[in-house]
Every structure is written in structure tokens, then in C-alpha cells.
């Protein structure tokens, strides 16, 4: 019976652990979406803009090739980083679940 308490509190601290992960993945999920976010709507179209008096035709197929490129290029990593944060969050989730059925003792 004393192995009992002390699993629960294991798993607590667990918890504890867990939540701080997914709060850390969240943050920098939130703070990476901003940056991807900019890196795909801002250097193409400001290339249009800045040079819209000296380019050719050609040149805007060109570039709307490049925007093609890193707008998929930034679908791919912010993918990749919403797996991460929701594989942490799901983590937090399973440790309160197993937590919660520690402590009621089913």
C-alpha cells in the first residue's frame, strides 16, 4: 500500500512536467507561426513591389515560382511544428488521464 502514494505522486509530478512541456511547445509553436508566417508573405511581394519598374515579364513568373517555393517550404515546417506541439500536448493529456485514475484508485 505505500507504493501507492508515492506512484500517485510520481505521476503528479509527471503532470506537472508534462504541462510545462506542452506550454513551452505551444509558446514557441505561436512564436515560430509569426516568423514562418513573415518569411512567406513578405519577401516575395516586396521584391514585386521594390522592383515593379525594372522587372520583365519573365521576372514575375520567376518570382511567383520563388513564392510558390517558400510558401511550401513554410507549409512543410509549420507542419512539422504543429506535430511537435500537439505530440506535447497530447503527452500532458495521457499524463492528467493516468494521474486522474491513480488518484481516484481504479
Known sequence: MQSQPAEVETLKRRVFEAHA????AVRTYNRGTWLRFSMTFVPVPLLVVAGRLYFVD?????LGGA?????????ELDS???????KALKAAKEARTAYRLAKSGT
Open 67 to 75: 513564392f510558390l517555393v517558400v510558401a511550401l517550404a513554410m507549409y
Open 21 to 24: 512541456e506542452a506550454r513551452a
Open 80 to 86: 512539422r511544428a504543429a506535430g511537435r506541439r500537439d
Open 58 to 62: 519573365w521576372h514575375y513568373y520567376v
